[in-house]
C-alpha cells in the first residue's frame, strides 16, 4: 500500500508540475506576443506584477484577447486586441513628472533648486505601456461655463486643499463636488475684485486688464487652482496657470478639470519652455519662489519672457515690509530690478507692479560691470528645450528698438493680423494670410465631421500637437474653446508667432511624455505628428498610448496624415477601446495634401471592475 501511495503522490506532483509548466508558458507566450514587439523595435517595456492588470473581465464591456500584425509602413509588429491597465495607484501618472521613477533612476538632484520637478523621463525600457484606468466614480466632467466653479469629486478625489487653504476660499467640499468660489492666498474676497484692483493701479481704462487689448497674454507663476486665469477670461485674456506638482497637490490637475488654461512646470535650472517676449504680464501672489536666489536668475527668466513695456505684479508680504527679513528681501529685490532697468509702475497695500523698458537704452547707460549683465550676442533666447537659464538680460533685437515696444495690434485684431516676428522664418505676410484661410476651411470641415457627436459645450480644452503658425486655433476663435498649441523642438521655433497672435502654448517632443496630467484634453489634433515621429525613430505605439492618457473619455483626435498612418491607427482602436467617428479626404481643402487623410476617433468612457465596485 506504501509503494502504491508513493507511486500516486509521485504521479500527482508530476501531473503538477507540468500543469504549472504549461501555465507559465501561456503567460510567457501570451505576455511575449502582446509586448514583446513595438514600432520600429523602439519601445522597450517594463511591467511589474503589481503595477498592472489585464482588462479582459475587468474591463466593462472588454474585448477578446487575439492579436493581429500592423505596422506604420513596412515593419510589422504585433497589434494587441486588449492592453494591460495600470492599477489604480497610476490614475495620476505623469511619467516625465514621475518621483518614483526619479527615485528608480537614482537622479542626483538638487533639491534646493527645484530640479527634482522638471522633466525626467524615464528610459525607454521603464516606461509603463499600459492603459491608465479613471479613478472610481468618474463621470464625464462638468462642462463650461460651469466647470469654472465646480467639478467632480470623484474626478480629482483630493480634498487636501479644500482643509489647508479653507480659510482663503481655494476651494470647498460640497456633497459630490468641489467648489472654487474665486478665492486665493492673496485674494481672499475673489479674483475678479483683485483684477480690478491691479488695473486700477495701472489706471486703466474701465479698471479692465486688458487695457483695450493691449494685455492679452499672461504668465500666473504658482498658480494654485488658477483661479486668477479664470477670472482674467471674461476680459479677453489668456493666461498661461503655471505651477508644479509639489506639496499643493493636483492643483493643475483642478485648473484643467475645470477649463482653465494650464501646465505643470517650474522655475528651476531650466527655461521655461517659452519664447522671448511672449507675455504682457507676469504675475505672482505668494508663490513661494525666492527671487533673489542665484543672481535673480528666476527673475530674468521672467524678463526673457516679458515684452517690451510688460509687467510683473507681485502681491507677497515683501511688498510691504513688516519686518526686518521682509524689508532685507524688499531692498535686495528692489536694487535688484533696478539694476534690470524695471521700473515701478504701481504700488499698493500688498501689491508692487513693475514694468519692462521699451527700449534697450537704459541696459547702454548702466555703469560698465554692472550685474546681471547682457547675455552674449550669439545666445538664441527662444532656444527653450532643456536650454539652462542663464542669470542675463536679454536684450531687444534692432527691430523691437527700433519699434519701441512689440509692434503687435490690440487683441482681438493681433489674432489675424502678419505678426512683425515672421520675418525670422522668411514669411511673407501672404503666406500667413493663406495658412489662417486654409485652416479655417479645415476647421470648419472637421466640425462639420464631428457635428453628429459634439453639441455647443462638449469642447473645452484642445490641444493641437502641431501647431505651425497657431491657425488652426485661431479658427477656433467663436467657440468657446481654448487650445494648447505645441511646437516640435526640433522644427521651426513657430511658437512666437502663437504668442504674437494672443495664443499659448509651448514646446514638446512627441517621443516623450507631456507634462499634465491624465483625462486633461476633450480632443487632440494631430497633423503628421505620426510621421514626424517614424523619423525620429520613435515608437508610433508609445505615442498611441500617451494620447490615451491625456486624452479625457468620451474625447476626439482629429488625425491628419498619410493613409498607412490611418491604417496603422485603425489597428489600434480596439486595443486602445477607442471608435472611428468619420473619414474625409483632405484633397478638397488644399492641394498640397492630396495624399492626406482625416481620421476622427472617440475614446469610451471604460471603467474596471475594481472602479465600479468603489463607486457602487
Excluded at 508540475?17 to 514600432?39: M, N, Q, R, T, W
Excluded at 533648486?113 to 523621463?121: D, I, K, P, S, W
Amino acid at each position: 500500500m506504501r509503494g502504491r501511495s508513493d507511486g500516486g503522490q509521485k504521479k500527482r506532483l508530476i501531473t503538477s508540475l507540468c500543469a504549472v509548466a504549461i501555465f507559465l508558458g501561456f503567460l510567457y507566450v501570451y505576455y511575449g506576443s502582446i509586448f514583446g514587439s513595438s514600432s520600429n523595435g523602439a519601445s522597450a517595456l517594463e511591467y511589474g506584477g503589481k503595477s498592472l492588470r489585464k482588462i479582459g473581465s475587468s474591463y466593462l464591456g472588454g474585448d477578446d484577447e487575439s492579436s493581429t500584425k500592423s505596422g506604420l509602413e513596412d515593419g510589422d509588429v504585433v497589434v494587441p486586441k486588449t492592453f494591460p491597465v495600470c492599477d489604480d495607484r497610476h490614475s495620476e501618472l505623469i511619467p516625465c513628472l514621475d518621483r518614483n521613477i526619479i527615485y528608480q533612476m537614482r537622479l542626483k538632484l538638487d533639491l534646493s533648486v527645484m530640479e527634482h520637478y522638471e522633466r525626467h523621463c524615464p528610459p525607454p525600457e521603464r516606461r509603463y505601456n499600459c492603459l491608465i484606468p479613471p479613478p472610481p466614480g468618474y463621470k464625464v466632467p462638468i462642462k463650461w461655463p460651469q466647470s469654472r466653479d465646480e467639478v467632480w469629486k470623484a474626478n480629482i478625489p483630493h480634498t487636501h486643499l479644500a482643509h489647508e487653504k479653507s480659510d482663503q476660499n481655494w476651494m470647498v467640499v460640497k456633497g459630490e463636488k468641489i467648489v472654487f468660489p474665486g478665492g486665493g492666498t492673496h485674494f481672499h474676497y475673489g479674483a475678479d475684485k483683485y483684477i480690478a484692483s491691479i488695473a486700477n493701479m495701472l489706471n486703466f481704462s474701465h479698471n479692465n486688464l486688458n487695457n483695450e487689448g493691449r494685455v492679452r497674454t499672461v504668465l500666473d507663476v504658482g498658480c494654485g487652482v488658477a483661479s486668477f486665469g479664470a477670472y482674467l477670461l471674461s476680459s479677453d485674456i489668456i493666461a498661461m496657470s503655471l505651477a508644479p506638482n509639489d506639496v499643493h497637490q493636483n492643483q493643475i490637475q483642478f485648473a484643467l478639470e475645470r477649463g482653465i488654461p494650464a501646465c505643470l512646470g517650474v522655475l528651476g535650472t531650466k527655461r521655461l519652455p517659452y519664447p522671448s517676449r511672449s507675455f504682457e504680464l507676469a504675475h505672482c501672489s505668494r508663490c513661494r519662489i525666492d527671487w533673489l536666489q542665484r543672481d535673480g536668475i528666476l527673475l530674468l527668466e521672467l524678463d526673457r519672457l516679458l515684452r517690451p513695456g510688460g509687467y510683473f505684479a507681485y502681491s507677497s508680504p515683501e511688498a510691504y515690509a513688516q519686518d526686518e527679513e521682509d524689508l532685507r528681501i524688499w531692498k535686495e529685490m528692489s536694487a535688484l530690478v533696478e539694476r534690470m532697468c524695471w521700473r515701478i509702475a504701481a504700488k499698493r497695500n500688498q501689491t508692487v507692479i513693475w514694468q519692462k523698458p521699451l527700449t534697450n537704452d537704459c541696459y547702454m547707460e548702466r555703469a560698465p560691470g554692472t550685474n546681471p549683465p547682457l547675455c552674449r550676442s550669439d545666445d538664441d533666447p527662444d532656444a527653450v528645450w532643456g536650454v539652462p537659464m542663464e542669470a542675463c538680460i536679454t536684450p531687444y533685437s534692432d527691430h523691437d528698438q527700433k519699434a519701441k515696444g512689440s509692434g503687435l495690434a490690440p487683441w482681438p485684431a493681433r489674432l489675424t493680423s502678419p505678426p512683425p516676428r515672421l520675418a525670422d522664418f522668411g514669411y511673407s505676410n501672404e503666406m500667413f494670410e493663406i495658412d489662417t484661410e486654409t485652416w479655417r476651411q479645415r476647421v470648419e470641415n472637421y466640425w462639420n465631421l464631428l457635428s453628429p457627436k459634439i453639441e455647443a459645450n462638449t469642447l473645452r480644452n484642445l490641444m493641437d500637437m502641431k501647431a505651425n503658425m497657431g491657425s488652426f486655433a485661431a479658427a477656433l476663435k467663436e467657440r468657446n474653446v481654448w487650445v494648447m498649441n505645441v511646437i516640435p523642438e526640433d522644427g521651426p521655433n513657430t511658437l512666437k508667432l502663437i504668442y504674437d497672435r494672443g495664443l499659448i502654448g509651448t514646446t514638446h517632443n512627441w517621443c516623450e511624455a507631456f507634462s499634465t496630467y491624465p483625462r486633461t484634453y476633450d480632443l487632440l489634433h494631430a497633423w503628421t505628428v505620426f510621421s514626424d515621429i517614424e523619423k525620429k525613430g520613435c515608437s508610433a505605439e508609445d505615442l498611441l498610448l500617451e494620447m490615451d492618457r491625456i486624452l479625457r473619455p468620451k474625447g476626439f483626435i482629429i488625425i491628419r496624415d498619410k493613409q498607412p498612418v490611418i491604417d496603422f491607427v485603425r489597428k489600434y482602436l480596439s486595443a486602445l477601446h477607442w471608435e472611428a467617428v468619420a473619414t474625409a479626404d483632405s484633397s478638397s481643402d488644399s492641394e498640397h495634401e492630396g495624399d492626406n487623410v482625416v481620421f476622427i476617433v472617440q475614446k469610451k468612457l471604460w471603467l474596471t471592475s475594481e472602479s465600479i465596485l468603489n463607486s457602487e
